[in-house]
């Protein structure tokens, strides 16, 4: 293994045991570059929210905010050419542009995800909330598609309404510890009807108020779990195995959440190993059914991703 892989693999270890735990039923080169492309992806977040491998979220100067999101414009774009670049996160992004000919504008709608962070984007409706999760984590569906070698639209429908479902639950699970640096990721429209602020969110007697929220937020992820679920079909089957393990998985995390009500942030919300273990044999069961399947219409209403992959 080399010393990409090496970093690469400690990464996603240490920063989402939920989709490590996914991630070892992929073939070995697709996790392989699995594991690459998450190790982007985690330093592009990372240097966002001022945390190590996800964890100890600090407030920075907007000043230096904006000027490690410009560098890592310029590194991922260098990535993507192929140019020469020292840091291990870029390298491993090289190798996977170069392997599965991943577009530069799927990685730089990535990042225009993490700009929307920088900005301090407020989120009017929940359609603003959707775009914001279509830039962070639908367009790591649609890059994992590359990966796996999936294609056509509904392929990538479908992969882009799992990452929404995933952030979705992340926004749930993460309310609190959002709010304690600052953000706020839940529609205004959302917090008028519950007469919240965004300066409440941290507050411990608005605990009910906020589980509301959170279970509201739990509730719009179902539809999108549901139709991503239709996307296995087109996967292979380790693929297959793999997304629909790490889809029961995140779910979970949501229905936690949404169990626990006020108190669904005393702790961080987990699933634990021998839940993981039987998710994943329930994610065997439906990669196996997935074989001779056929994929329902996506339903409609669903919010729909840009036909030219960034926003705006």
């Given at each position: 293994?080399?010393?990409?892989e090496?970093?690469?693999?400690?990464?996603?270890?240490?920063?989402?045991?939920s989709?490590?735990?996914?991630?070892?039923?992929?073939?070995?080169?697709?996790?392989?570059?699995?594991?690459?492309l998450?190790?982007?992806?985690?330093?592009?977040?990372?240097?966002?929210?001022?945390?190590?491998?996800?964890?100890?979220?600090?407030r920075?100067?907007r000043?230096?905010?904006?000027?490690?999101?410009?560098?890592?414009?310029?590194?991922?774009?260098?990535?993507?050419?192929?140019?020469p670049?020292?840091?291990?996160?870029?390298?491993?992004?090289?190798?996977?542009?170069?392997?599965h000919?991943?577009?530069?504008q799927?990685?730089?709608?990535?990042?225009?995800?993490?700009?929307?962070?920088?900005?301090?984007?407020?989120?009017?409706t929940?359609?603003?909330?959707?775009?914001?999760?279509y830039?962070?984590?639908?367009?790591?569906?649609?890059?994992?598609?590359?990966?796996?070698?999936?294609?056509?639209?509904?392929?990538?429908?479908?992969?882009?309404?799992?990452?929404?479902?995933?952030?979705?639950?992340?926004?749930?699970?993460?309310?609190?510890?959002?709010?304690?640096?600052?953000?706020?990721?839940?529609?205004?429209?959302?917090?008028?009807?519950?007469?919240?602020?965004?300066?409440?969110?941290?507050?411990?007697?608005?605990?009910?108020?906020?589980?509301?929220?959170?279970?509201?937020?739990?509730?719009?992820?179902?539809?999108?779990?549901?139709?991503?679920?239709?996307?296995?079909?087109?996967?292979?089957?380790?693929?297959?195995?793999?997304?629909?393990?790490?889809?029961?998985?995140?779910?979970?995390?949501?229905?936690?959440?949404?169990?626990?009500?006020?108190?669904?942030?005393?702790?961080?919300?987990r699933?634990?190993?021998?839940?993981?273990?039987?998710?994943?044999?329930?994610?065997?069961?439906?990669?196996?059914?997935?074989?001779?399947?056929?994929?329902?219409?996506?339903?409609?209403?669903?919010?729909?991703?840009?036909?030219?992959?960034?926003?705006?």
């Amino acid at each position: 293994m080399s010393a990409d892989e090496d970093y690469a693999a400690a990464a996603i270890r240490q920063g989402s045991k939920s989709f490590s735990a996914a991630a070892r039923l992929f073939d070995a080169r697709s996790r392989e570059s699995v594991t690459l492309l998450y190790a982007w992806c985690r330093h592009c977040d990372d240097q966002v929210d001022g945390q190590d491998l996800g964890h100890g979220a600090q407030r920075m100067s907007r000043t230096e905010a904006v000027a490690r999101l410009d560098a890592l414009y310029v590194q991922t774009r260098q990535a993507c050419a192929e140019a020469p670049v020292d840091s291990p996160p870029f390298r491993a992004l090289r190798t996977v542009a170069r392997r599965h000919r991943l577009p530069e504008q799927l990685a730089l709608a990535h990042l225009d995800g993490y700009a929307m962070d920088v900005r301090g984007t407020v989120y009017e409706t929940f359609e603003d909330t959707l775009r914001y999760c279509y830039g962070v984590a639908g367009v790591v569906g649609l890059m994992m598609c590359q990966v796996m070698g999936a294609s056509g639209r509904d392929a990538l429908d479908r992969a882009c309404d799992l990452g929404l479902a995933f952030q979705l639950t992340n926004i749930a699970r993460d309310l609190v510890e959002d709010a304690q640096v600052g953000r706020c990721y839940l529609p205004r429209r959302w917090l008028q009807e519950q007469r919240l602020a965004q300066s409440d969110l941290g507050a411990r007697q608005h605990r009910d108020r906020l589980a509301a929220l959170a279970a509201r937020l739990v509730d719009a992820a179902e539809p999108y779990y549901a139709s991503a679920l239709q996307g296995l079909p087109a996967l292979p089957f380790r693929s297959a195995w793999a997304v629909a393990s790490a889809h029961g998985v995140y779910r979970q995390i949501g229905i936690q959440v949404k169990r626990r009500g006020a108190r669904a942030w005393d702790s961080r919300v987990r699933t634990s190993t021998p839940t993981k273990l039987r998710l994943m044999l329930g994610g065997l069961g439906r990669a196996l059914v997935s074989r001779w399947a056929r994929a329902a219409p996506r339903p409609d209403g669903l919010w729909q991703r840009p036909p030219g992959w960034r926003l705006g």
